[in-house]
């Protein structure tokens, strides 16, 4: 099994930005390889069949960050309504993991070893 970790964080106060949808999908095919949320502290993990994946191909973690920001009642926050994070898939049986620090209108991402 490959295994997809995540982290969000609330860049505005610090907190962990719990129940965001987030979708993995294959880029080219945009076949979606699962669907799911964010906890109540922030994270994501998720085991993924090998065979659902291909060695060598891109892949996008997509954060659907609209409801969160709205239900914090941050005005002007419709720029970013979607955050996709694109990664290349080395190892079918690999280990990922794709931390975010989240504002309304950025957002900061960065490969964690």
């Known amino acids: ?43 994501l993990s998720v085991d993924i069949d090998p065979k659902d994946l291909i060695a060598g191909d891109n892949y996008q973690l997509i954060f659907n960050v609209s409801e969160y920001w709205k239900e914090r009642k941050i005005f002007n926050s419709e720029i970013l309504n979607e955050i996709t994070v694109r990664f290349k898939v080395n190892d079918v049986f690999g280990s990922y993991h794709i931390p975010v620090i989240l504002s309304p209108n950025s957002y900061t991402v960065w490969k964690s070893l």
């Open 1 to 43: 099994m490959a295994k997809l970790t995540s982290h969000t964080l609330n860049g505005t106060d610090g907190s962990h930005a719990s129940a965001i949808p987030v979708t993995l999908e294959h880029v080219i095919s945009k076949k979606s390889i699962f669907s799911s949320r964010m906890d109540s502290g922030g994270r």
